[in-house]
């Protein structure tokens, strides 16, 4: 569903003839939603069970982007990715708290797969993008087809995710609480990676139609760029982590990340854009799972609490994002603005030692 909408922003932008300001504004709307609730998501999952706030998550998805594609005015556009984002946010954390039950259970690290499986969503849906925008589909009749496949999917396999919490909420269940300082850093790692990730995908179709002229098929090769490249790094994420540990995984992929950026700033060639955002989305690939399994750990028995806590730090990177992003390149160019990735990564790549358990 994510990476679906994603390829379609550029239609979504000339539907209702948004300047690069109002398109950060709507999508920043998202970010939002997801990081002024996830912690109190948090506490609501807690007493009522993550797989409850996992499946009206995606419930959200599946009803609101259709409406999202026939908006009529930038100020309903913004109403409705707000909403997106409060189910978009909340569930990824209980997909991560599940997660997290899981792993230990297993005794060995498996975050970065179950996230390359939502990454291998994103390749699909990319590829879904890119073939109705070829074939001159409406993003709505797109969206709505995709609901319906998503919404018989969760139907058919929710009672089978397994919720250790679930029915089990005591006196002594968390309620809200800020995250401590170790926390605090974790956080810090996952909001660089996170404003990586956000660019690439949402802005990747438009900076190829800008700079190198693409045609919009082209430019929705950008998201499934991205999207490859993160299933691939994430697939085989546990198995490098497990030879060389998460603090030369996590660091040796902001290095990536910075030459995919060097190659945006000088490219004026659609292959070779398109072969820097798969750099973007493999250096990255690794990063969010495992600030999310190392915040995890941290929790105890309600990990959905420092995994909130981490998540809204780095979703806070999903508001800035779009922001900065969008603003930057009204005041210069897009080129200009991807230059704020290639700091984050060189935060990435300083930061990564705070993952060592």
Excluded: K
């Excluded at 919404?151 to 396999?157: H, M, N, R, Y």
């Excluded at 820097?276 to 999310?292: D, H, I, K, Q, R």
């Amino acid at each position: 569903m994510a990476a679906s909408f994603a390829g379609r922003i550029p239609a979504l932008q000339e539907g209702l003839h948004l300047t690069a300001g109002e398109l950060g504004l709507a999508l920043l709307m998202i970010s939002l939603g997801c990081v002024s609730t996830m912690q109190y998501g948090a506490v609501v999952a807690a007493r009522v069970g993550q797989r409850t706030v996992l499946l009206a998550g995606f419930a959200c998805w599946a009803v609101l982007l259709p409406l999202v594609a026939v908006a009529p005015s930038v100020l309903v556009l913004c109403l409705l990715l707000f909403l997106v984002g409060v189910g978009s946010g909340n569930a990824d954390v209980a997909m991560n708290a599940l997660g997290v039950h899981v792993e230990r259970r297993v005794g060995r690290s498996i975050m970065s797969g179950l996230h390359g499986l939502w990454s291998v969503g994103g390749v699909g849906g990319a590829a879904i993008a890119a073939l109705c925008a070829h074939q001159g589909i409406s993003p709505m009749r797109q969206f709505a087809g995709v609901g319906v496949v998503v919404a018989i999917v969760v139907a058919l396999c929710w009672r089978r995710w397994e919720d250790p919490a679930a029915g089990r909420s005591t006196d002594h269940t968390p309620g809200f609480a800020w995250p401590t300082r170790r926390v605090l850093v974790i956080g810090l790692i996952a909001f660089s990676a996170v404003f990586v990730e956000f660019s690439g995908t949402d802005w990747s179709a438009v900076f190829l139609r800008d700079v190198t002229s693409a045609s919009p098929g082209t430019a929705a090769l950008g998201v499934v760029a991205v999207a490859s490249a993160m299933a691939l790094g994430r697939l085989t994420g546990d198995f490098v982590v497990r030879r060389v540990g998460a603090v030369a995984t996590v660091r040796t992929g902001g290095l990536v990340v910075i030459v995919g950026v060097a190659v945006l700033l000088t490219t004026s060639a659609s292959w070779s854009g398109i072969v820097a955002f798969g750099l973007l989305g493999l250096g990255v690939s690794t990063a969010v799972p495992l600030t999310f399994a190392a915040a995890g750990r941290i929790g105890g028995d309600h990990p959905g609490q420092q995994i909130a806590a981490v998540a809204t730090l780095g979703y806070g990177a999903g508001m800035a994002s779009p922001f900065l992003i969008g603003l930057v390149t009204q005041l210069s160019s897009i080129q200009v603005a991807f230059g704020i990735v290639g700091l984050l990564a060189l935060g990435i790549v300083a930061l990564a030692p705070r993952l060592r358990t």
